[in-house]
């Protein structure tokens, strides 16, 4: 049996293979470096790579959408960066609902994390610090639903984006937990320092470690503004602090948002000592994220007032 194509038939079929054809260049296209427009939402040495959507422009002013996983790429010769300002605000991807921003380097290493309630402007403190000639990628989790009209999944859109040495001059907020005039400093077991309805801070799972220098035969007071975390369910837990021996040296209750003061032992000698903050339990999951979210830490002070 023979069929025959009518020219409607041929005309559907040319239209089929251009509908295709468009919807593979789109794709295609988004994986491309994006083109520059002529106001682009980054600024000199950032550069945008692959998975952006076009430069567009509406009442608020120039942005590009992104569905996920979308490229920053520091010029060739620029230095290590350690924050990244960025405008950003969740689309309908994401029920235009508050969403965490990951910031991620080489291997898909989380350098940092930022909160959005709607339109926000967020510092997200690196670290560690994005490595000279690595990019960074940006991720949420979840997302993925359709906008009606639209054959793009809009998971957020980012209206300026731009890495920097040291913290924004026009932002006197604090860049991380660390508070007072003697030297603290923190190490490993730390997520990104991130910043949601005004409120900054650092989740910890467990074993987040800081740094002081040995204290020359004088305890020292140390203050921690803490929160439990849906690790905890949000209840009450006791933090404990640990020497790098795994010895217990301080503890503290903490209700809901609490100051605890502890007292840490004199050490004696010169050079640095380590410690370890720990919660008493924990480990539940979170909703909507990855991450074990035991505890929250504002601020740590030496000698808190």
């Known amino acids: 049996m023979k069929f025959h194509q009518t020219s409607l038939d041929r005309t559907r079929t040319v239209s089929l293979l251009g509908a295709a054809s468009i919807l593979l260049a789109a794709s295609a296209a988004c994986t491309k470096p994006a083109p520059k427009g002529p106001s682009e939402i ?14 567009e422009k509406d009442a608020k002013g120039v942005f590009r959408w992104v569905t996920n996983d979308a490229e ?34 080489p291997g898909g290493a989380p350098l940092g994390t930022g909160k959005f309630a709607g339109r926000d402007t967020v510092v997200i403190r690196l670290w560690p610090e994005l490595p000279q000639g690595s990019q960074a990628t940006l991720h949420v989790e979840g997302g993925g639903k359709a906008t009606p009209g639209e054959a793009r999944v809009l998971n957020f859109r980012v209206f300026s984006a731009k890495l920097s040495r040291r913290a924004p001059e026009n932002d006197k907020a604090p860049k991380d937990i660390t508070r007072g005039e003697d030297p603290i400093k923190l190490a490993e077991g730390w997520y990104g320092y991130e910043t949601f309805e005004g409120k900054s801070f650092r989740w910890v799972n467990q074993d987040a470690e800081f740094v002081m220098p040995k204290s020359s ?24 602090v640990f020497d790098v021996s795994g010895k217990q040296v301080a503890a503290g209750k903490v209700q809901q948002r609490t100051r605890v003061d502890v007292v840490i032992p004199a050490v004696e000698g010169s050079g640095d000592v380590t410690y370890k903050l720990r919660a008493d339990r924990g480990g539940k999951p979170a909703p909507n994220d990855a991450r074990t979210l035991n505890f929250r830490v504002f601020a740590i002070e030496v000698g808190g007032s």
């Open 217 to 240: 035969g004088l305890s020292r007071k140390v203050r921690f503004d803490v929160e439990p975390g849906p690790g905890l369910d949000s209840k009450p837990f006791e933090l404990r």
């Open 42 to 55: 980054v600024e000199a040495p950032l550069q945008l790579g692959a998975y952006w959507h076009e430069l």
């Open 72 to 105: 920053l790429v520091p010029e060739s010769g620029a230095v290590a960066s350690t924050f990244l300002t960025i405008e950003a605000e969740p689309g309908p991807g994401l029920d235009s609902k508050p969403m965490e921003l990951q910031v991620r380097g």
